[in-house]
């Protein structure tokens, strides 16, 4: 479903924590705009479809990322309760807008967090090893359930190859923020939920989720290793 549909069901003030890494525009990391190849482009945009070419030509990696930030924001910050968390996964180029669109609808700054994946993205510049998550409150801060965490995540990436989804993010590194800014049995929303691993973070954790994903592809994908969870953990109860 799209999240601009999904998220009217949702009532206002009932979700305890939002954590999503939404669609924006990236870069083409040194690509050569009169000639894209796939081989000639650094980082995700190498790992793409050789098929969606025309895609990698427009700064995107899958169909559906035309969607901007002040389209759901405003939906998001209705359904969260107040003082609670919200963080956001980003890359450096959007990561002003995103903050400033955000602030529009009353989020409020918390920080910062850098995730060090452990592998670099090639490209001509400095080679890039962080992506960032723009951690944000509804009213009143509250703190971290694990104080002492860093704003440094050094979490593995997932392994080229083995991606279900161009922008997979490991289920390790959902499951530290979903783990110091909400309690068992509390409700998680990812609106684009993409392969599942808010999802599946939230089942390691006993927490509650809501997702949604336009993408049937994607979300028959998620639905899958949701089931097979669900199987394992009925096994080894």
Not at 120 to 128: F, R
Request: glycine residues 8%; neutral net charge.
């Amino acid at each position: 479903m799209d999240c601009l549909e999904g998220l009217k069901q949702i009532p206002d003030n009932s979700i305890d924590l939002v954590v999503t890494d939404p669609p924006y525009k990236i870069e083409q990391g040194g690509c050569s705009n009169k000639a894209v190849t796939i081989n000639a482009c650094g980082g995700i945009l190498n790992k793409h479809d050789g098929d969606n070419i025309e895609l990698v030509k427009k700064g995107k990696i899958f169909e559906h990322n035309e969607i901007g930030f002040r389209e759901w924001l405003p939906e998001i910050y209705r359904v969260l309760k107040a003082q609670s968390h919200c963080y956001i996964m980003i890359n450096a180029r959007n990561l002003a807008e995103l903050q400033m669109e955000a602030e529009k609808v009353g989020f409020r700054f918390h920080n910062i967090i850098a995730w060090d994946k452990g592998n670099a993205t090639p490209n001509k510049w400095y080679m890039q090893r962080l992506e960032f998550i723009l951690f944000m409150f509804k009213g009143e801060a509250k703190k971290i359930n694990n104080m002492g965490t860093t704003t440094l995540l050094q979490v593995p990436n997932i392994k080229r190859g083995t991606k279900r989804h161009p922008t997979e993010k490991p289920v390790a590194l959902m499951k530290i923020l979903i783990e110091n800014s909400s309690k068992e049995n509390e409700t998680v929303l990812d609106p684009f939920m993409g392969a599942g691993s808010t999802a599946l973070a939230c089942k390691e954790l006993n927490r509650n989720f809501i997702g949604f994903e336009i993408d049937k592809q994607y979300c028959d994908i998620a639905t899958k290793r949701i089931e097979n969870h669900s199987q394992q953990l009925s096994i080894g109860g």
